[in-house]
């Protein structure tokens, strides 16, 4: 029982003190500091601590509040953080409550484009060796865009006036703000599922970083990936790079520049079948002779390998001819030697033991033969 006059607090009345004292004298504050024991589990709340050389400040970032949060959070990244300092009364704890985080230094959507350009990278999102070329003169052109804006004015304009009769369709998305991404994305692959177009354009005039981020999102750049119809990507000025255009099979400075790109001058491929149309017209002898002397050429050739053969022929007959006139029994002949049969049958006398005295014989020589009778065996 406490002594008349003084006041004894229970430890949670204490803690709902200080608690209240604490958001009352920090409500709204930021705080630098390097990340560390950065965890994130399946409830989607981040907990980490946030240090300097002489202190730690432990935060929660709830789920409700980092899901607006663009780059990947890593330990050992320097951020601010804007909250309240609250208490954890359970533990008695006091802890930052973040309600937004920026990286230290760069700017969080710059941090973002980074690090998703360098992953994709090295997934290979980027290499040119996937890259298809785009159609010389494609028939059908699809259009990922707003419906509203500069760009797809611009794009139309040129399409026209380089070559009025190609055929456009156009897929109309948001280029910013929420549901852009999804909505671009699955245009893309509109465009392939329906099979109707031979190259996609996709992009938006110029803007801010934040209003172009829509072509820096995951989605959108494996959509582009994954597309079997050839994508130019045509996202803001010159200047304006996004994840878009790493990934596209053609970047293109301006919308403008992706229509130039897409369709050549009608004017210029009517030119050019013109110059054609005249030289064949002006010298078709000449074209004549070309392919005659082209036939002369291959002819001499032909002659040349023909005769080459016949004497590579002859030569091995040659040989073989040799060799079978010293195997043969007349070459045997002509050295000197000669083969006696016994008549009749012409059987080829080899041992004296075959004949006897009286027998008729006859004697085959190189040039002719004889007969007599045997007068005597040794």
Known sequence: MAKEGRYVYKVSELTSNIKIILEDSFPNIWVEGEISNFKSPSSGHFYFTLKDSKSELKC?????????????????MRVMCSGRVSVYERQGAYQLYVARMEPKGIGELQLAFEQLKERLFKEGLFDESRKRPIPILPDRIGIVTSPTGAAIRDMLHVLKKRFSNVEVH???????????????????????????????????????????????????????YDSKVPVISAVGHEIDWTISDFVADRRAATPSVAAEIVVPKKSDLVERLDDIEKKIKAFPLDIVKEYE????????GLGLRFRHYIELKEENFRLISEKLEILSPLGILARGYSISFKLPGKKVIKDTRSIKKGD????????????GRVEEIE
């Open 170 to 224: 156009i897929n109309p998305v948001r280029v910013q703000g929420e549901g852009a991404k999804e909505e671009i994305a699955r245009a893309i692959e509109d465009f392939n599922t329906l099979d109707n177009v031979d190259v996609i354009i996709i992009g938006r005039g110029g803007g801010s970083l934040e209003d172009l981020w829509a072509f820096n999102e995951e989605v959108v750049a494996r959509a582009i």
């Open 60 to 76: 929660v970032f709830f789920k409700s509040s980092n899901e607006r949060i663009k780059f990947e959070i890593k330990g050992g």
């Open 293 to 300: 002397q082209r036939l002369d050429d291959i002819e001499d």
């Open 360 to 371: 008729l014989v006859e004697t085959r020589l190189s040039k002719g033969s004889f007969r």
